[in-house]
């Protein structure tokens, strides 16, 4: 990144840097925060005696529902008024109720706390997003933008594995409530020292450089651009299997392959944390580098690794030793979530600056209603219509079909959104008028 990017920020190199920090932080206690129950789920299973198809709801609908509706109206607040209030706010509330998980009693206590987790994380992504979006130009913006997404490797690694030894030697109550809290501090930290960049200026665009729209025209403007129609729905189908594969792995190491909750919650620690770490990484430095040349690469670097990485998964959920299991696991992580940053900057990079929270906030709607709705559900609906034939193999095969199926779904939307990218990204300030 040149001085001259950085002086269009109007904001010193040190500040732009530590902010980028700072926000790492917040993705990564919400992914720490939302994936830790995932590694507690057979302890939790085993002592609210919970069937598969509630386990899949608590880590499916209970969260996601809340999470990707409140999404939009918190990110219309973001694109008018101050985005690190919003953020400071939404952390502030997940943090507590992430501890609150631990003190739930029975089913619908931990859905209902589960419910709140996703309402304070409605308000993390969008605005952060935003604001990264005005911290950098497009030229460097999806390596920006992967440094953010790197908080949910990192946090899942601590999740599970910190999750999983606090669970193991205390409680899962305990461990909630430990990894929980340190939320509240950050969201101090982040309110007094973040500052807020002028809308629009990382362009070259003047401040708040658009109409605001009724919500409903920002909507419509958004899904007229092919490119982010078809991203969506990309991302959200992609997303049935990452969430659906993420939420049950912990289950299936534990019961088809008799792991110990410790063990699973180290192993997988590693592996996905690892994997997604460079993952993610990777992808937004490749797509920035080839991008220059050609904006399609943009989706272009979703698609192939999506595409390449999906049929890992028969060796994975078939392999009857679990080191091949578990090995072979860290492929299509590593090389599949190069789709991340990429997926993230298109939806910046094709929304005007006064929409720029909102691009993010649709997207993650359409996202998690497919993902996060679809996934954990899905494997625990299949996973319990198996078991009277197949035993503990039935979660294999609804692990199974999920991923492959929604994996080179993906693949096809992405590939589509490719032929419109260069048009939809010519001005992003027409994004207001819905130019198609």
Known sequence: MTTTDLAQVAISRRHLYGA??????????????????????PAIKRDLDLSDTQIGFLSGL??????????IPIARLADRYSRKTIIAIALTVWSFMTAACGLAQNFLQLAIARVMVGVGEAGA?????????????????????????????????IGFSVGSWIAETYSWRVALMVLGLPGVALAAILYFS???PTRGQSDGLPADGGLHLPLWQT????????????????????????????????????????????????ALAFILGGAQFCGLLAGGIVADQLGRRNLRWYVWVPALSIFVSTP?????????NQTIALVVLVVPFLISLMQGAPTWAVAQGVAAPHMRAMSSAVLLLVTNLIGGGIG???????????????????????LLIISVLFGFWAVVHYAIAGRTIAQDFENPATASAGRT
Do not use: C
């Not at 993705?27 to 925060?33: G, K, L, Q, T, V």
């Not at 049950?248 to 909750?261: A, E, G, N, Q, Y």
């Open 20 to 41: 980028l920090v700072l926000l790492f932080f917040v993705s990564f206690f919400n992914y720490m925060d939302r994936f830790m129950l995932s590694v507690l789920l």
């Open 62 to 71: 209970a969260f996601t529902l809340f999470y990707a509706l409140l999404g």
């Open 125 to 157: 992504s969008p605005a952060s997003h935003s604001l990264i979006a005005d911290y950098f130009p497009r030229a460097s913006r999806g390596r920006a933008l992967s440094v953010y997404t790197l908080g949910a490797p990192v946090g899942i690694f």
């Open 194 to 196: 973040l500052r807020e």
């Open 219 to 266: 909507i419509r403007a958004l899904f007229r651009k092919r490119t982010f129609f078809h991203l969506a729905l990309a991302n959200g189908f992609y997303t049935v299997l990452w969430m659906g594969v993420v939420q049950w792995l912990p289950i299936f190491f534990t019961r088809v392959h008799d792991m110990s909750l410790a063990a699973t919650g180290t």
């Open 312 to 320: 890992f998964f028969f060796v994975i959920f078939l392999a009857t």
């Open 376 to 398: 954990p559900q899905a494997v625990g609906l299949l996973s319990d219509w198996f078991t009277p034939s197949y035993g503990d193999d039935g979660l294999r095969y609804a």
